[in-house]
C-alpha cells in the first residue's frame, strides 16, 4: 500500500457537520473507490454516510448495517455497498460471508469496522481512510488518501 501525504483534519461540531462533510465528499467518489470508515461506537461513522448517500441524491432511509452486514444501495452514477464488520470475529469471515463480488471496478464500498477483516480473507486495500473520534458533543475526523483515486477525491474536497 502507497502511503499518500494527502491529509484532511477537521472539527465536526454538530451532526449537521458530519452529513455535509459526508455530502461533499460524495462528488469525488468514482466507481471501484473502497473507504474505511474507522472509529469506536458512536464516533459517527453512519452519520458520515448518511451524508455520502445524501449526496449522491439518495432521499431513503440509511441505516446501519449493524445487523445485516451490509446495505446496498444504487444512487445516481454508482453501486453503493455500507458494509459493517462489527460483529466480525474472525476475519476469515468476510470470505464466508461471501461479499467479494461487492468489490469490484463498478461499485463504491463503504467498510465500517475494517479492522475485524484482513487482506488475506479479500478485504481490499482503503482508497480513503476515514477516522473520526469523539470530541466533547462532537467528532473530530481525519481523512488519509491511500491511492491515487483517494488522492484525487480528498483534493476536490479540500479545493470545494
Known amino acids: ?13 454538530a451532526e449537521a457537520d458530519t452529513l455535509a462533510l459526508g455530502d461533499a ?3 469525488g467518489l468514482t466507481p471501484g473507490m473502497v473507504i474505511y470508515l474507522i472509529g469506536e461506537l458512536g464516533a459517527g461513522k453512519t452519520t458520515l ?29 454508482l453501486y453503493l455497498y455500507h458494509f459493517d464488520f462489527y460483529r466480525f470475529s474472525d476475519p476469515r469471515e468476510l470470505g464466508e460471508a461471501g461479499f467479494r463480488e461487492y468489490f469490484n471496478p463498478q461499485s463504491v464500498c463503504l467498510v465500517e469496522w475494517p479492522e475485524k477483516s ?12 476515514i ?13 488519509f488518501a491511500d491511492s491515487e483515486a483517494g488522492a484525487s477525491c480528498l483534493k476536490r474536497l479540500q479545493t470545494s
Open 49 to 77: 454516510a448518511r451524508g455520502l448517500l445524501r449526496g449522491l441524491g439518495f432521499k431513503g432511509k440509511v441505516k446501519s448495517p449493524t445487523f445485516t452486514l451490509v446495505e446496498v444501495y444504487e444512487v445516481s452514477r
Open 118 to 129: 484482513n487482506r488475506a480473507a479479500g478485504l481490499p486495500a482503503a482508497d480513503l481512510r
Open 1 to 13: 500500500m502507497t502511503e499518500h501525504k494527502a491529509e484532511f483534519t477537521r472539527s465536526l461540531p
Open 131 to 143: 477516522v473520526l473520534h469523539v470530541a466533547g458533543l462532537g467528532r473530530n475526523v481525519s481523512i
Open 25 to 27: 465528499l460524495a462528488a
